[in-house]
Each structure stands twice: as structure tokens, then as C-alpha cells.
């Protein structure tokens, strides 16, 4: 009988392990969020003192960190701006090729 229960709640704990694992994440976010809001602000703020110049090295531009003083607290604007960057060079590579492809019709 001992075993039979031991059994039984192993599936019921295996059962609800996803939900509950699901949970915990849920909670350590919820917890954590305020932190990490803070910091992204004072990262996003740290990238507010630097000069265009230095913001072009990043592959930024002041508007957008203007831009990402806008996203929501619930969003990590630090994120906005490796989103903004990366798709800004995708662009760029895809015009390079693009370029390259009209240079070879032209002979």
C-alpha cells in the first residue's frame, strides 16, 4: 500500500511539475522585474551622456535613444536598441548585396 501511494504522488507532483515550474519563473520574474527595470533605465541613461560620435560606434544614433525612452517599463529598452542595431545592418547588407548584384548586371 505504502508503494501504491508513493506512486500515486509521484504523478500527481509529476503532473503539476510544469505548472509549477511555470509558476516559479512567473514569481522570480515578478520579484526581479523592478530590478531590472532600474538597471536597463540607468544603462539607457549612461547612454544618454555619450557624444554622437561615441553613439556611432555602437551603431546608434540620439534618436534612438530617444526611441527607446519611450518603450514600456515592462520592456528592456537596452533590448530595443540591439534590435534597432541589428536590423539597421541587416539592412545595410542587404543594400551592399543588392548593390553588388546590380554592378554585375551592368557588366
Known amino acids: 500500500m505504502l508503494a ?3 506512486t500515486r504522488t509521484s ?3 509529476a503532473a503539476l511539475s ?3 515550474a511555470k509558476a516559479a519563473v512567473a514569481a522570480e520574474w515578478a520579484t526581479h522585474w523592478p530590478v531590472r527595470a ?3 533605465r540607468r544603462q539607457l541613461a549612461q547612454l544618454s551622456e555619450l557624444s554622437d560620435h561615441e553613439l556611432k560606434d555602437f ?3 540620439r534618436s534612438d535613444i530617444s526611441a527607446a525612452h519611450s518603450v514600456g517599463l515592462n520592456e528592456d529598452p ?3 536598441l540591439a534590435r534597432t542595431v541589428n ?3 541587416r539592412a545595410r547588407r542587404q ?3 543588392e548593390l553588388v548584384q546590380w554592378a554585375k548586371r551592368r557588366g
Open 4 to 6: 501504491l501511494s508513493r
Open 87 to 89: 536590423d539597421r545592418a
Open 95 to 97: 543594400q551592399a548585396a
Open 38 to 40: 532600474i538597471q536597463a
Open 18 to 20: 510544469p505548472a509549477l
Open 11 to 13: 504523478g500527481i507532483v
Open 59 to 61: 551603431g546608434l544614433y
Open 78 to 80: 537596452t533590448v530595443f
